[in-house]
């Protein structure tokens, strides 16, 4: 069976910032989406299995920094300088393909709240 568990959403002010984790197995390239209430889910960032390979959004490119633990089949986003328009629930998920291939598994979600 295969999991991705996200943790570490909350309520941030504006400027604030937050890191995501999302328990993953070094199988899996793994991206980080987001949806907000009404919106399509979108890409945020991705990084490939051994890690040398990430993309980001260009909304989010210069502020969240995607990275990931092996060693703790860990991966985790940092989100730094968030913005109204950041507020979503954010999904991990993953590919044994690639950061570009469609995602196969997900995650439950977290929920992450920028509110000043």
């Known amino acids: 069976q295969v999991e991705f568990a996200e943790s570490g959403g909350g309520v941030v002010q504006p400027g604030g910032s937050l890191t995501l984790s999302c328990a993953a197995s070094?199988?899996?390239?793994v991206t980080w989406h987001r949806q907000a209430p009404g919106k399509e889910r979108e890409f945020v960032a991705g990084i490939s299995t051994h890690g040398q390979i990430t993309d980001y959004a260009d909304s989010v490119k210069g502020r969240f920094h995607i990275s990931r633990d092996k060693s703790k089949n860990m991966v985790y986003l940092q989100m730094n300088n968030l913005e109204f328009e950041d507020t979503a629930v954010y999904l991990c998920?993953?590919?044994?393909?690639?950061?570009?291939?469609?995602?196969?598994?997900w995650g439950q979600g977290t929920q992450v709240t920028v509110s000043s």
């Open positions: 998920g993953g590919s044994p393909l690639s950061i570009w291939a469609p995602v196969d598994y």
């Open positions: 070094t199988r899996f390239a």
